[in-house]
Structures are given as structure tokens and as C-alpha cells.
């Protein structure tokens, strides 16, 4: 599985919009990129999933430019509950099974 | 539709002991995958069972084994538990199709504590 680099932590303030990019240089042909999220003592919970270009669901937006060693995971107007760590993962068919995690980005909102 | 269950929440142990953990996954999820998180090392798959059959492993010791039964639901032991073994251990159900790309459910998850 390709490996991914993303930051550790970050800051927002409650209202704005916040955007979470992961780098995966070596990612695969038939890789896809999934972002999952956890709070405190839960299980990760899946945010959103895409191969390239834009896709967005009632909770995200996941941007993906041509080359797809990038990506980036944009949540709207954050709110205190979105504080959480956020995982970025890159991986081909048949992986939800058996999920490399690294090290994540712990994202703080405040008011 | 009832997510993945982990039984039991909480679990205080004494070295050298052993622990069973349960999951129930998703009704109709074919694949339970066994994770455990540490603040030093993350979250670290540890195995995956399908079908009854352990599909994919991990790089964890021997002490750490699980089954899974004729209706998805999986167990994990460990044996001879050590400090180190405290941590966060997570199951997550997925339909287990090779052939398709798809989300993983996770529990709750249960909090071993050796002592």
C-alpha cells in the first residue's frame, strides 16, 4: 500500500472552512483514496472516498488533482465537533479488510 | 441496521493472563478485521477473518489469535498478556468482496488494561 504523509496537527476556529491535504507519491494505477475519522477512544468512521477530480458528500469534499499524488479533504464551516484526527489512505480493491493507517492529523476547533 | 458490536467495553487484566474479546459485525458482512491502537504505535492491523478463515495477518506474536464462527462473529485471545499489551482494540465488518472497493465499519472498540 502507498504510503502517506500528512500533517500532524492543525487549528481552525469554529465557522471556517478547513482543508487537509495527504501526499501519496507512489500511489497505484488502481489505488483509491479514503479519509476516515476517530474521535477519542472510538473507532475510526469513514468520511469520504474518490479515485480523481471532485467528490463530495453531505459531510466533505475530497479533491484530487491529475497526477493524484495529492489529495485533499475539505470540511465546511467546522464546528467544535469536528475535533478529531483524521487519517488519509491509500489503497486498491479488496483493502477495507486490512487498512494501513499512519500517523493522522489531529485537527483542534475552538471557538 | 445495527453497527459492529464489541464486547466488552472495558477490561482490566493481570499480566501473564489471557483475554477474549468479541465483535459482532454488520448483519450480512462476510469479513471482521481485528486493529490494535496505541498512543506509540497507532492503529496496527493485526488480522482478518473471512469465512470462517484467517485471510490476511499482521506482524503480531503468536500470543495474539482469533476465530471466527459460522455467523461472521469474530473473537480474539490473547495470551500470556504482557504491559505492553494495553491498548484499544478495534474490529471493523466489511462484505469482504475482493472484487469491489468499500468502506470498513468499525466498533467502539474495547480498552485493555494489564496491570
Known amino acids: 500500500l502507498a504510503k502517506t504523509t500528512q500533517p500532524i496537527s492543525m487549528d481552525s476556529y469554529e465557522g471556517q472552512e478547513v482543508n487537509i491535504t495527504c501526499s501519496h507519491n507512489n500511489i497505484a494505477t488502481n489505488d483509491y483514496i479514503t479519509w476516515y475519522q476517530q474521535f477519542p477512544s472510538q473507532g475510526p468512521r469513514f468520511i469520504i472516498q474518490g479515485y480523481k477530480t471532485k467528490v463530495t458528500n453531505e459531510v466533505a469534499s475530497l479533491f484530487i488533482p491529475a497526477d493524484r499524488k495529492s489529495s485533499t479533504l475539505s470540511l465546511p464551516r467546522v464546528s467544535l465537533s469536528d475535533t478529531a484526527v483524521y487519517y488519509c489512505?491509500?489503497?486498491?480493491?479488496?483493502?477495507?479488510?486490512?487498512?494501513?493507517f499512519g500517523t493522522g492529523t489531529r485537527l483542534q476547533v475552538t471557538l | 441496521k445495527a453497527g459492529v458490536t464489541q464486547t466488552p467495553r472495558y477490561l482490566i487484566k493481570t499480566r501473564g493472563q489471557q483475554v477474549t474479546l468479541s465483535c459482532s459485525p454488520i448483519?450480512?458482512?462476510?469479513?471482521v478485521s481485528w486493529y490494535q491502537q496505541t498512543p506509540g504505535q497507532g492503529l496496527q492491523f493485526l488480522f482478518e477473518y473471512f469465512s470462517e478463515t484467517q485471510r490476511n495477518k499482521g506482524n503480531f506474536p503468536g500470543r495474539f489469535s482469533g476465530r471466527q464462527f459460522s455467523n461472521s462473529r469474530s473473537e480474539m485471545n490473547v495470551s500470556t498478556l504482557e504491559l505492553g499489551d494495553s491498548a484499544l482494540y478495534l474490529c471493523?465488518?466489511?462484505?469482504?468482496?475482493?472484487?469491489?472497493?468499500?468502506?470498513?465499519?468499525f466498533g467502539q472498540g474495547t480498552r485493555l488494561t494489564v496491570v
Open positions: 448483519s450480512g458482512h462476510r469479513s
Open positions: 471493523a465488518s466489511s462484505p469482504g468482496d475482493r472484487s469491489r472497493l468499500t468502506e470498513a465499519f
Open positions: 489512505l491509500v489503497g486498491g480493491t479488496g483493502t477495507a479488510s486490512k487498512l494501513t
